[in-house]
C-alpha cells in the first residue's frame, strides 16, 4: 500500500469482495441444487426435438421455464440435447457464466466478487438467465467482435441495438458484418422451420402491450423504442459516454426487464475502466484482447 486513498480503495474492493464472496455460497448452496431459468433454453430445445410447441401467449410467457425468445437458440440445443445429460449442461451453463463475471470484472477476482455484491448481478446468478452473457457481448462486440450484436439478438432482441449504435458510429463494415450474420442467423432457421417464427412473433405479439415481470411499469413496446433513442444518441456521442448509454438502451429495451436483467448493466464496468475512450476506440489503438483489465495499482 503506497497511499490513502489506494489504501480505502482497496478496503472498499475487499469489502465488496467480502460480500459478494458470501452471497455466492449462499447462491450455490440455496439456489444452484436444482435448475433455474437457464433450463428454460434446454427445454425448448427438448420439446423442438420432440416435435412439441415450444411458444405460449400472453402472461403465460412470463411463467417458470417458459421459452419466449427467437427460434435459432432452441434450434441450436434441439439435437445437444439428444446426446448431453441436463445435469452437464446446467454445470457447464454455471461455470461459463462465473467465467464470465469474472471476464467482466477485469480477470481478477476480488474484483469480480465485489461485481457479485451488486444487487442485480447477484439476482443474476441465483437465477441463471443470460443478461452476464448480454453485457460481455456487448464489450466484445463494441471491441472486437461485432458480430455478437446479432448472436445477442437471437436471444434478447435487444443487442440488436448495438448496430444501431454502429450505423450511428460510421463504423459501416461493422454494422454491414453484424447485420448480415443476424440475417444469415434468422435465414436458417427460417428454412429449417419457418413456423417456429410465425409461432415466436404471435407469442411477441400477443404480448407487447404487457408490462409482465418488469420493473418498469410500461408495456414492452415502450421500453424498445426508448432503447432504440438510447442508442442513437449513443452512437450519435461515441466514446465512453456513448457507450454506457447503449448500454443503457439495451438494458432499457431487454423483454424482460426483472431485477436480474439489470445485470446488463455489468458491461459498463469494462467501458468504464477503459478511460474517455471506450472499449471500441480503445481497441483500434491497442489490438485485439477480450475485455480491459482493472488498472494495476
Not at 447477484?122 to 450484436?149: D, S
Not at 450519435?236 to 436480474?260: D, F, K, Q, S
Amino acid at each position: 500500500m503506497t497511499g490513502t486513498p489506494w489504501t480505502w480503495r482497496r478496503v472498499g474492493l475487499v469489502a465488496l469482495a467480502a460480500v459478494g464472496g458470501l452471497l455466492l455460497a449462499v447462491i450455490v448452496a440455496s439456489y444452484w441444487s436444482e435448475p433455474n431459468d437457464n433450463l428454460a433454453y434446454w427445454l425448448a430445445g427438448q420439446r423442438l426435438a420432440a416435435g412439441l410447441p415450444m411458444y405460449v401467449s400472453g402472461e403465460a410467457a412470463f411463467a417458470p421455464y417458459a421459452y419466449h425468445y427467437p427460434p435459432p437458440l432452441a434450434q441450436v440445443l434441439a439435437p445437444l440435447t439428444l446426446v448431453v445429460p441436463t445435469l452437464a449442461y446446467v454445470v457447464a451453463y454455471r461455470a461459463l457464466e462465473l467465467l464470465v463475471a469474472w471476464d467482466l470484472a477485469g480477470r481478477r477476482m476480488l474484483p469480480m466478487l465485489a461485481l457479485i455484491a451488486v444487487l442485480p448481478v447477484a439476482v443474476e446468478l441465483r437465477f441463471e438467465n443470460v443478461h452476464l452473457f448480454v453485457a460481455l457481448g456487448i464489450v466484445v462486440g463494441l471491441r472486437r467482435w461485432p458480430w455478437l450484436f446479432a448472436v445477442g439478438a437471437v436471444v434478447k432482441l435487444s443487442p440488436g441495438l448495438g448496430i444501431v449504435y454502429l450505423l450511428f458510429r460510421r463504423r459501416w463494415r461493422d454494422a454491414v458484418v453484424a447485420a448480415v450474420i443476424g440475417l444469415v442467423i434468422a435465414g436458417v432457421s427460417g428454412v429449417l422451420n419457418a413456423d417456429l417464427w410465425r409461432a415466436w412473433l404471435d407469442s411477441v405479439l400477443g404480448r407487447a402491450d404487457m408490462v409482465g415481470n418488469s420493473l418498469l411499469p410500461v408495456p414492452y413496446i415502450a421500453r424498445a423504442f426508448a432503447g432504440l433513442a438510447l442508442a442513437v444518441v449513443g452512437g450519435a456521442i461515441g466514446r465512453r459516454r456513448g457507450e454506457l448509454l447503449l448500454v443503457a438502451g439495451i438494458t432499457v429495451a431487454n423483454p424482460g426487464l426483472a431485477m436480474n436483467g439489470l445485470a446488463v448493466l455489468a458491461a459498463a464496468l469494462p467501458i468504464w475502466l477503459a478511460g474517455p475512450a471506450g472499449v471500441g476506440d480503445r481497441a483500434e489503438r491497442q489490438g485485439p484482447r477480450l475485455t480491459p483489465s482493472l488498472p494495476e495499482r
